[in-house]
């Protein structure tokens, strides 16, 4: 009897001990939401948290409703995330100016101090945002003339090393990494505008003509991309003979970059404000000719949780349900790289 009371005990102790090396596997979900949706859902309860550009995140945090987690910029220091883009099949090297003219005109216009009020009052109509708000996101967002090439570089080697590209770059017709990126990263206009503004900062381009049309894409409500919205304001496009409803076709705006990127591909599109993250995944895993003529922002992005959760650090995320624009998206590259500095394993809902 003693013996078999022994042998139970040890077999429940090996039973246990094969329990215990068992390792569960830590989880991060993800759900793909508009960023319009995602402050109502969390509200619900039915995320945990998002991950979207401003003054979305923003607005959960003013309503009380969210907390910022961590900012974009923590995970990825001085990341690229929105930019203007044009399609390689549109030629119109003067019309490419004009709107790259007045892309700097609008982006050196936000970050003038001196127009603060104006900016401010801008974004609320931008965006349908209140002061409060607005004031809160533009703080979160660097806006820049051009991207840095260096970390556009550093988000290609992360999608190879993770094996995320299709298309190698051979097959998209480049000898090399220094080809693509010379010819992805258009830089041209931007510098000759940029050397004509310096001897003279009241420097324009020849007016576009009438027939010459241009269609822009950008995203809905996205503050990140307000240059647009004050180069039609200020009259910047009209100073360069690009008139809206006439030869500047200002398209209604898309969900996310990926949304842009497959408008760009179906020929919709001529030039569009958009993420670098999708435009550089879908420009070699979809081979859409585009090329980055100037930048819109870097950073401005964040993971918003529920204000009365117990999330107060990333390694908190394990098993919670975050929320991101969509997979190829700048938002979705970093709450991949926060699961992958956590060592969490992304599954999607």
């Known amino acids: 009897m003693k013996w078999m009371i022994v042998s139970m005990v040890f077999l429940c102790v090996l039973s246990l001990g094969c329990v215990q090396t068992v390792t569960e596997e830590k989880t991060l979900y993800i759900v793909n939401l508009p960023p319009s949706t995602m402050l109502d859902q969390l509200k619900a309860g039915d995320i945990d948290g998002f991950i979207a550009w401003e003054p979305f995140n923003a607005e959960a945090v003013v309503s009380g409703y969210g907390k910022y987690l961590i900012q974009s910029g923590e995970v990825w220091p001085n990341h690229p ?7 390689d099949s549109y030629k119109d090297d003067r019309v490419i100016e004009a709107l790259v003219w007045a892309h700097i005109k609008a982006t050196r216009f936000i970050n ?9 009052e801008y974004a609320m109509e931008f965006t349908g ?14 806006y820049v003339e051009y991207p840095n090439k260096t970390e556009f570089r550093n988000y290609y080697h992360k999608l190879k090393e993770g094996q995320i590209l299709k298309v190698s770059l051979e097959e998209l017709g480049y000898s090399d ?7 992805f990263l258009n830089s041209s206009y931007y510098e000759d505008v940029v050397s004509h503004l310096n001897e003279n900062p009241a420097w324009m381009p020849d007016k576009v003509s009438p027939d010459e ?9 996205d503050l990140h991309q307000l240059a647009i919205y004050i180069a039609l304001k200020e009259g910047y496009y009209k100073e360069v003979g690009l008139v809206e409803g006439e030869n500047l076709i200002v398209k209604p705006p898309y969900v996310n970059g990926v949304a842009v990127m497959e408008a760009f591909k179906n020929k919709e599109i001529d030039a569009a404000y958009l993420g670098g993250a999708p435009a550089t995944l879908k420009r070699i895993n979809d081979m859409t000719d585009i090329h980055v003529v100037a930048g819109v922002n870097n950073e401005g992005s964040a993971i918003v949780v529920r204000a009365d959760s117990d999330i107060n650090t990333t390694s908190d995320l394990e098993g ?12 979705d590259f970093i709450v991949r790289q926060v699961a992958s500095n956590e060592g969490l394993t992304i599954v999607l809902k």
């Open 81 to 87: 995330c929105c930019v203007l883009a044009v399609s």
């Open 112 to 120: 003038d101090p001196a127009n603060h009020d104006r900016v401010v």
């Open 129 to 142: 945002k209140d002061r409060d708000v607005v004031e809160l996101a533009i703080s979160n967002i660097k």
């Open 177 to 183: 990494e220094d080809a693509f990126f010379n010819d």
């Open 213 to 221: 049309v241009v269609r822009i894409g950008y995203l809905s409500a």
């Open 320 to 331: 919670k349900t975050i929320a991101t624009p969509g997979v190829g998206t700048v938002q």
